[in-house]
């Protein structure tokens, strides 16, 4: 990945808060999150620069081929299991209350987890949609993960429980690699037999329209961005710091290692998601009732 040349120096922890603060006073804030605001609940980000490189899946590949689609679910139902047992950590909390408080508009997240629907976020858009539906390709009808799971537990008796938790790696998309997938059977759709697939967009699938102009609603009721715990590596990301910079709004970017909108940063700040975020609710100032009606003005 190539990365342009930052316009600001990375800030450390003390005064990349201060910063931050400064650039987010007064203003109504969008958040667009990434895997590194979920580390802490113990979902690793496999681009984090500690990270071994892990190659994604693509949608073709899910869909041209059975195989892989059978080691794609075997893993998913030892996986899916472990993100359903993840909890909030401080850096949801904080970013609920400061949408209680009225600072933050709204939070598009990259994650799939769900964290920020449990923490207590309101407005939330999942652009990359949640591991806990299940959607048939065929015919669009919707069920949840968890429904699925006592199927493929029928389907597959004692399956799960022969694979051994703690040798499990366990990815953000709720995907885990395991030894042997053999004989796994997959399940289809009951209403019409067609093929399913976690109603999560990989690589080489398109966002929803609809969930893409929800997520552009949030950024331009917002005078400002902040992005946390993404690099910011895929577009459907990067399109949100790129409209709030040409829209002028700042851009505030909390991340681990360098990120694809380096450039178009006012304060970039290299420290950990659930401090800078908990940092930001104790030393962001209430707006003022009149803020949010500048810009229309
Ligand atoms: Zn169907």
Not at 194 to 199: A, F, Q, S, T
Request: hydrophobic share 40%.
């Amino acid at each position: 990945m190539r990365l342009p040349e930052p316009a600001v120096p990375a800030l450390p922890l003390v005064d990349g808060v201060a910063a931050a603060t400064a650039a987010l006073t007064g203003r109504r804030v969008a958040v667009l999150t990434g895997a590194g605001v979920s580390t802490d609940s113990g979902i690793p980000d496999y681009r984090g620069p500690d990270s071994p490189p892990r190659t994604p899946m693509t949608y073709q590949q899910f869909v041209s081929d059975p195989a892989f689609r059978r080691t794609y679910w075997a893993r998913n139902h030892v996986g899916w299991r472990h993100v359903h047992r993840t909890h909030p950590n401080d850096g949801h909390r904080a970013l609920a209350r400061l949408e209680v408080r009225g600072l933050v508009v709204g939070v598009i997240t990259q994650n799939v987890d769900r964290l920020h629907h449990q923490a207590g976020s309101r407005r939330v858009v999942d652009l990359h949609g949640t591991y806990a539906d299940v959607l048939c390709l065929s015919c669009g009808a919707r069920t949840t993960r968890d429904a699925l799971a006592r199927r493929l537990d029928e389907l597959n008796p004692g399956f799960a429980e022969r694979v051994a938790v703690d040798d499990v790696e366990i990815a953000p998309d709720a995907d885990a690699v395991i030894a042997s997938t053999e004989g796994f059977v997959v399940a289809d759709c009951e209403r019409c037999g067609g093929m399913l697939k976690p109603d999560i967009t990989y690589f080489g699938e398109n966002v929803p329209a609809p969930r893409v102009a929800a997520a552009f609603a949030i950024v331009d009721d917002a005078d400002a961005l902040l992005v946390a715990g993404s690099s910011l590596a895929v577009m459907s990301g990067l399109r949100f710091v790129r409209h709030a910079a040409r829209t002028g709004r700042p851009v505030v970017i909390v991340n681990r290692g360098r990120t694809r909108g380096d450039d178009l940063a006012t304060v970039r700040v290299d420290a950990g998601t659930s401090q800078v975020l908990t940092a930001l609710d104790r030393g962001l100032p209430d707006l003022r009732a009149d803020v949010g009606h500048e810009r229309t003005g």
